[in-house]
T-cell receptor, first 115, second 111 residues
């Protein structure tokens, strides 16, 4: 079975542009979470979606948005890119959204560079 | 103050050494605790959950002290393949998808 897949693996954009990152969860998983990892830091929570509804949002500006599709795949959109948005964007999937000990499975990430 | 704090290291140790990492968390409502391992710019992978009674998985031992809000990871008989960044992670009740990560501690095991 395929794990969590993310596309693209690498992306280079310039300031002011927008970007769309994609994630396909493990088959049967209904929840997708997005994380941003800046170099030298741990991943930081951006969004969680479950059954196409937003279940949680981290401390990120409105330039960041996401959605989940009926097949449970998800997109993360970032508008008006800033240099500081350069990071590894990680997607994680899980069976459900709420269980405290829910195991998350991470994709290999999208490395975004903003020039 | 960061929600989860770790010494970023790097910790440089010889093969066979025992090394310990510590982590503190600020929110006393934290419910679940984990150690993740991350190789250079790859995805984090769950190493082990951390339980109040302490738990061991082979060469790895994790401890939790809720009163002091402190988590530790002990690695015995270090291998070259243990070289990685170790992330301390907590989450809150019923917020399974929202993990709170520390900065990570870098470990380098040398021959």
């Amino acid at each position: 079975d395929a794990g969590v897949t993310q596309s693209p693996t690498h992306l280079i954009k310039t300031r002011g542009q927008h970007v769309t990152l994609r994630c396909s969860p493990i088959s049967g998983h209904k929840s997708v979470s997005w994380y941003q990892q800046v170099l030298g830091q741990g991943p930081q929570f951006i969004f969680q979606y479950y059954e196409k509804e937003e279940r949680g949002r981290g401390n990120f500006p409105d330039r960041f948005s996401a959605r989940q599709f009926p097949n449970y795949s998800s997109e993360l959109n970032v508008n008006a890119l800033l240099l500081g948005d350069s990071a590894l964007y990680l997607c994680a999937s899980s069976l459900t959204a709420g269980a405290t000990n829910e195991k998350l499975f991470f994709g290999s990430g999208t490395q975004l560079s903003v020039l | 103050r960061k929600e989860v704090e770790q010494d970023p290291g790097p910790f440089n140790v010889p093969e066979g050494a025992t090394v310990a990492f510590n982590c503190t968390y600020s929110n006393s409502a934290s419910q679940s605790f984990f150690w993740y391992r991350q190789d250079c710019r790859k995805e984090p992978k769950l190493l082990m959950s951390v339980y109040s009674s302490g738990n061991e998985d082979g060469r790895f031992t994790a401890q939790l002290n809720r009163a002091s809000q402190y988590i530790s990871l002990l690695i015995r008989d270090s291998k070259l393949s243990d070289s990685a960044t170790y992330l301390c992670v907590v989450n809150m009740l019923n917020q399974g998808g929202k993990l709170i990560f520390g900065q990570g501690t870098e470990l380098s095991v040398k021959p």
